[in-house]
């Protein structure tokens, strides 16, 4: 079989994207998955995206981590699902579209995807670290030297210990640059490494930084490995709404795989 596929980036978080509105993929395929993903004998890829249609919104998002596995909701993903179907003239300015978690509304503005992110009702805050729900499980703790910290050693440690386990959870760990701006580096679960950037990590930091005190910004810069990404929100008793994620998504190319 002869694959056309078309590489994305969001801030260095980087897909291979499929138009599969065919339906011809075989979604079933966690193998095939994993070796289109895999940077040596693949593509190479921190994940594999499906943009298929929808009977009501401008089309579906089905992702894969690069494991190989479905998995849940992956923000630079979405971002890059969106520009990738303004290419595909699905879109223009403006679009809803269906994830793993629900509708998503997103827009196209001067180079930039604001992508909407689920409301997050709930923040689990202990005394090193904080836990939330972003479209996917992450883990937010603040650590000292960012620069030179081990991240996939580290974040290997929590995504496989005590309380996640087995379902494991994102990693992320930040140093705070000043009152809106936080840098951070993420360990994503399934692809089981530090990756350049992480949306839903990202989502995750800003809004743990507001809900402990860290911010009182309603649009927060986060500095990750990849270049830079907004999160701008509103909070309504205790519920942070209209959450927007911002940032590029560029097509890096377009090729073929016999596979």
């Known amino acids: 079989m002869t694959l056309t596929f078309y590489k994305y980036q969001g801030t260095g978080n980087d897909f291979v994207m499929i138009d599969n509105r065919q339906n011809l993929f075989d979604k079933n395929n966690t193998k095939l998955v994993a070796f289109l993903c895999d940077r040596r004998f693949g593509i190479g890829a921190d994940g594999l995206i499906l943009l298929e249609n929808h009977p009501t919104v401008d089309f579906k998002m089905v992702y894969y981590n690069a494991d190989g596995n479905q998995s849940t909701m992956c923000g630079n993903g979405g971002r890059c699902i969106v520009a990738f179907a303004e290419f595909l003239q699905i879109v223009k300015h403006e679009t809803t579209f269906e994830a793993i978690d629900g509708l998503h509304y997103a827009k196209l503005t001067d180079g930039l995807i604001h992508l909407q992110?689920?409301?997050?009702?709930?923040?689990?805050?202990?005394?090193?670290?904080?836990?939330?729900?972003?479209?996917?499980?992450?883990?937010?703790?603040?650590?000292?030297?960012?620069?030179?910290?081990d991240v996939k050693t580290e974040g290997s440690k929590i995504r496989y210990g005590q309380p996640y386990n087995k379902a494991g959870s994102n990693v992320n760990f930040v140093e705070k640059i000043n009152e809106d701006?936080?840098?951070?580096?993420?360990?994503?679960?399934?692809?089981?490494?530090?990756?350049?950037?992480?949306?839903t990590g990202a989502t995750a930091v800003a809004i743990a930084m507001h809900e402990t005190g860290q911010s009182t910004a309603s649009t927060v810069n986060l500095n990750v490995q990849g270049g830079q990404l907004k999160v701008s929100f509103t909070k309504t008793e205790n519920v942070y709404k209209n959450v927007m994620l911002i940032g590029p998504a560029k097509q890096v190319f377009k090729g073929e795989i016999t596979c």
Do not use: W
């Not at 997050?120 to 883990?139: A, C, M, N, R, W």
């Not at 701006?181 to 949306?199: I, P, Q």
């Open 117 to 149: 992110m689920k409301d997050v009702d709930t923040i689990e805050v202990f005394k090193q670290y904080q836990f939330l729900d972003t479209g996917s499980p992450h883990h937010v703790q603040f650590v000292e030297d960012l620069v030179n910290f």
């Open 181 to 199: 701006t936080f840098a951070l580096r993420t360990y994503e679960r399934g692809v089981e490494d530090e990756t350049l950037s992480c949306g």
